[in-house]
């Protein structure tokens, strides 16, 4: 609709109040092009246009796509068996017919591994961020909701789980439950909940104040409600990209487990057991190792750039 | 200023008395006997009985914990199941190792990283920044196990200007070969840190430079030099040690990942191995030093943070 994009500017869905055009000078058109063109939209347009806008957002989406069909799709991208041991060619380099990627020490083909290690290396940082953000997200609204002495408990136990340092409080929990998938899992879940937990804790406290969680609770909305329909719904934005930054964290986490021997156990194998074992030949066959660990940068960055472009679109807000 | 200090210190007593619980409680919440598991599973029936009276097993938990609270408060860590020694001096002596190696990669993290942070923000748009923070995006995705199996593959193996593994050649001992050996690990250690920093630092001063009082300070004529460094530096200094002290953690942490990678003899190391081995006493021995240590760097942290800006002392 071509109309003037001021009168009719709904960012929110909420018609702009004639204040807001007065007290910033970003009002003013002429340099207001490119907000004013994501204004004409619905909320969620214009979120994905903003997002359209950051190249280097697109570049992270289009990564994490391809780790994510990788991750599902691997028995029909796989050329090969990834466990398949071929005795004639060990280590073959970069290139090998037969080998794209080469082979291991076994004469294992690596980029048959390496897609089958994105299901395993996905599958523990995504669940590991989903245990972290379900758990931290309901500790940070109940705290930051309620507060009083249930607050007070659970930021005492958050300040314990922060004194130790990250990596350190992962191993802890592996010393305690003994190496492997589930537990790698569990512990580098564990170490994230206090990120969440602070940061919907955060925004719970401000949004317990503003008028219109008065107003529900003034027509007799009971708790429950409000924390769902009000406080957790203006969360969700906001999680979303905590998550998505924390996801390359989880992976890097994860894959150093495995790389110490203390996450994934063999014969199951991610990027981390993958560099570990390739570790023996660097000299020999530096792919063996320099792949897996290619392959989780990329990943972690392609992440992290989706992370970027997510805050930056969704939540601009929480920019650095 | 004391009377924050006061509280700052108060706060620590809690938080150590959970962590010192959640080490204690690592050899209940495992899974078996706690007798079987510090004997290992060729123990017999006699000395696990031996060890159940010793440790006071059948007493309830609350005195198993003041027990063992007081002997750590003592220093005695116990005594580790695979080397047969005291753990403490164990700890102390690797300590050194992982002290040297942190503290080094702080201090690289530091200089590369607020000084490219500074001149990112001062020439903002311009090409140096354009590198500096794609650089730093690349240094924050890369996770250090690769980065150090990287720099062995380029500077040890290919070029061969540095050595690869451990803390000192096995015929040299001196200061340089110390130093020599240092390089890599440190640079490893500190990148990622540098990388957040340089972006954190970035974001501070731009923020900074465009508040009021840097317009007023260039506006009375005083030099750019003066004007970034005291006017904006110095408020930007509260993000920078905020930021500083998240990632002496994040070093910390690391420092174990790293000290795996280049064979450095630090804690970490022999963590990770004691966890390996199920020695329970070295691995409760290093967490509680490591996380003691940790909290009370983090009161540094905070007083340092508090000398810097007046409003938390007030608050």
Same mark, same amino acid.
């Given at each position: 609709?071509?109309?003037?994009?001021?009168?009719? #500017?709904?960012?929110?869905?909420?018609?702009?109040?004639?204040?807001?055009?007065?007290?910033?000078?970003?009002?003013?058109?002429?340099?207001?092009?490119?907000?004013?063109?994501?204004?004409?939209?619905?909320?969620?347009?214009?979120?994905?246009?903003?997002?359209?806008?950051?190249?280097?957002?697109?570049?992270?989406?289009?990564?994490?796509?391809?780790?994510?069909?990788?991750?599902?799709?691997?028995?029909? =991208?796989?050329?090969?068996?990834?466990?398949?041991?071929?005795?004639?060619?060990?280590?073959?380099?970069?290139?090998?017919? #037969?080998? =794209?990627?080469?082979?291991?020490?076994?004469?294992?083909?690596?980029?048959?591994?390496?897609?089958?290690?994105?299901?395993?290396?996905?599958?523990?940082?995504?669940?590991?961020?989903?245990?972290?953000?379900?758990?931290?997200?309901?500790?940070?609204?109940?705290?930051?909701?309620?507060?009083?002495?249930?607050?007070?408990?659970?930021?005492?136990?958050?300040?314990?789980?922060?004194?130790?340092?990250?990596?350190?409080?992962?191993?802890?929990?592996?010393a305690?439950?003994?190496?492997?998938?589930?537990?790698?899992?569990?512990?580098?879940?564990?170490?994230?909940?206090?990120?969440?937990?602070?940061?919907?804790?955060?925004?719970?406290?401000?949004?317990?104040?503003?008028?219109?969680?008065?107003?529900?609770?003034?027509?007799?909305?009971?708790?429950?409600?409000?924390?769902?329909?009000?406080?957790?719904?203006?969360?969700?934005?906001?999680?979303?990209?905590?998550?998505?930054?924390?996801?390359?964290?989880?992976?890097?986490?994860?894959?150093?487990?495995?790389?110490?021997?203390?996450?994934?156990?063999?014969?199951?194998?991610?990027?981390?057991?993958?560099?570990?074992?390739?570790?023996?030949? =660097?000299?020999?066959?530096?792919?063996?190792?320099?792949?897996?660990?290619?392959?989780?940068?990329?990943?972690?960055?392609?992440?992290?750039?989706?992370?970027?472009?997510?805050?930056?679109?969704?939540?601009?807000?929480?920019?650095? | 200023?004391?009377?924050?200090?006061?509280?700052?210190?108060?706060?620590?007593?809690?938080?150590?008395?959970?962590?010192?619980?959640?080490?204690?409680?690592?050899?209940?919440?495992?899974?078996?006997?706690?007798?079987?598991i510090l004997l290992g599973p060729e123990a017999?029936?006699?000395?696990?009985?031996?060890? %159940?009276?010793?440790?006071?097993?059948?007493?309830?938990?609350?005195?198993?914990?003041?027990?063992?609270?007081?002997?750590?408060?003592? *220093?005695?860590f116990g005594r580790s199941i695979v080397l047969g020694r005291e753990v403490?001096p164990e700890i102390?002596?690797r300590?050194?190792?992982?002290?040297?190696?942190?503290?080094?990669?702080?201090?690289?993290?530091?200089?590369?990283?607020?000084?490219?942070?500074?001149?990112?923000?001062?020439?903002?748009?311009?090409?140096?920044?354009?590198?500096?923070?794609?650089?730093?995006?690349?240094?924050?995705?890369?996770?250090?196990?690769?980065? *150090?199996?990287?720099?062995?593959?380029?500077?040890?193996?290919?070029?061969?200007?540095?050595?690869?593994?451990?803390?000192?050649?096995?015929?040299?001992?001196?200061?340089?070969?110390?130093?020599?050996?240092?390089?890599?690990?440190?640079?490893?250690? *500190?990148?990622?840190?540098?990388?957040?920093?340089?972006?954190?630092?970035?974001?501070?001063?731009?923020?900074?430079?465009?508040?009021?009082?840097? %317009?007023?300070?260039?506006?009375?004529?005083?030099?750019?030099?003066?004007?970034?460094?005291?006017?904006?530096?110095?408020?930007?200094?509260?993000?920078?040690?905020?930021?500083?002290?998240?990632?002496?953690?994040?070093?910390?942490?690391?420092?174990?990942?790293?000290?795996?990678?280049?064979?450095?003899?630090?804690i970490?190391q022999m963590m990770v191995r004691a966890i390996q081995a199920r020695d329970y006493p070295m691995v409760q021995g290093g967490?509680?030093?490591?996380?003691?240590?940790?909290?009370?760097?983090?009161?540094?942290?905070?007083?340092?943070?508090?000398?810097?800006?007046?409003?938390? %002392?007030?608050?």
């Open positions: 609709m071509p109309i003037s994009i001021r009168e009719s #500017g709904t960012a929110d869905g909420i018609p702009v109040s004639p204040g807001r055009q007065d007290v910033s000078d970003r009002a003013i058109p002429a340099i207001d092009d490119d907000a004013a063109a994501v204004d004409m939209f619905t909320p969620t347009q214009s979120v994905a246009a903003r997002f359209r806008r950051n190249k280097l957002s697109i570049f992270g989406a289009v990564i994490v796509a391809v780790a994510v069909a990788a991750a599902l799709f691997a028995p029909w =991208l796989s050329p090969l068996d990834p466990d398949a041991v071929d005795a004639r060619s060990r280590l073959a380099p970069i290139g090998t017919e #037969g080998h =794209l990627l080469g082979s291991d020490e076994l004469g294992r083909d690596i980029l048959s591994r390496l897609i089958w290690g994105a299901r395993v290396t996905l599958l523990v940082s995504l669940s590991a961020t989903a245990i972290a953000l379900i758990v931290g997200t309901f500790l940070g609204l109940i705290g930051g909701y309620f507060l009083g002495w249930l607050d007070s408990v659970i930021m005492r136990l958050i300040d314990v789980l922060m004194a130790f340092p990250y990596f350190l409080l992962a191993l802890t929990v592996i305690v439950l003994g190496p492997g998938l589930l537990n790698g899992m569990i512990a580098v879940a564990l170490v994230n909940i206090p990120f969440f937990t602070r940061i919907v804790r955060g925004v719970t406290l401000s949004i317990r104040e503003s008028d219109y969680v008065m107003a529900a609770r003034g027509i007799g909305a009971s708790n429950t409600r409000i924390l769902v329909r009000h406080v957790l719904l203006n969360c969700v934005s906001t999680v979303i990209v905590a998550g998505t930054l924390n996801i390359g964290w989880m992976i890097t986490a994860a894959a150093a487990l495995s790389f110490l021997g203390l996450g994934v156990q063999p014969p199951t194998s991610d990027w981390g057991t993958m560099l570990s074992s390739g570790r023996q030949f =660097l000299s020999a066959a530096p792919h063996v190792a320099t792949l897996p660990g290619l392959a989780i940068f990329i990943t972690v960055l392609g992440f992290n750039l989706l992370g970027d472009g997510l805050r930056d679109a969704l939540d601009p807000r929480l920019r650095e | 200023m004391w009377q924050y200090l006061f509280k700052r210190l108060l706060h620590t007593i809690p938080v150590l008395f959970g962590v010192s619980v959640l080490v204690f409680g690592m050899l209940h919440l495992a899974p078996g006997d706690p007798a079987q017999t029936a006699d000395s696990i009985a031996q060890v %159940r009276e010793d440790l006071g097993l059948d007493k309830p938990l609350v005195v198993q914990y003041a027990t063992w609270m007081s002997k750590m408060a003592r *220093g005695d403490f102390w002596a300590f050194k190792a992982t002290a040297i190696l942190t503290v080094t990669s702080l201090i690289i993290a530091v200089m590369l990283g607020v000084s490219a942070g500074i001149v990112s923000a001062v020439r903002q748009y311009s090409l140096f920044d354009s590198i500096a923070m794609l650089v730093a995006l690349a240094g924050v995705s890369m996770p250090l196990f690769f980065t *150090g199996i990287v720099a062995i593959l380029a500077f040890a193996m290919k070029l061969r200007w540095l050595p690869s593994a451990g803390m000192y050649s096995p015929a040299g001992g001196d200061l340089w070969d110390l130093l020599r050996h240092l390089v890599l690990p440190a640079l490893t250690l *500190g990148t990622v840190s540098a990388a957040i920093l340089a972006r954190m630092t970035r974001s501070a001063m731009l923020e900074i430079i465009r508040q009021d009082y840097v %317009r007023t300070a260039r506006a009375k004529g005083l030099n750019e030099r003066s004007v970034i460094y005291i006017h904006a530096l110095r408020n930007a200094s509260i993000t920078i040690v905020t930021v500083l002290g998240m990632q002496i953690g994040y070093l910390l942490g690391g420092s174990v990942i790293t000290e795996a990678v280049f064979s450095w003899p630090g970490g967490v509680f030093f490591v996380a003691a240590m940790f909290v009370f760097i983090n009161l540094l942290v905070d007083v340092l943070y508090a000398y810097l800006d007046p409003r938390i %002392r007030y608050r």
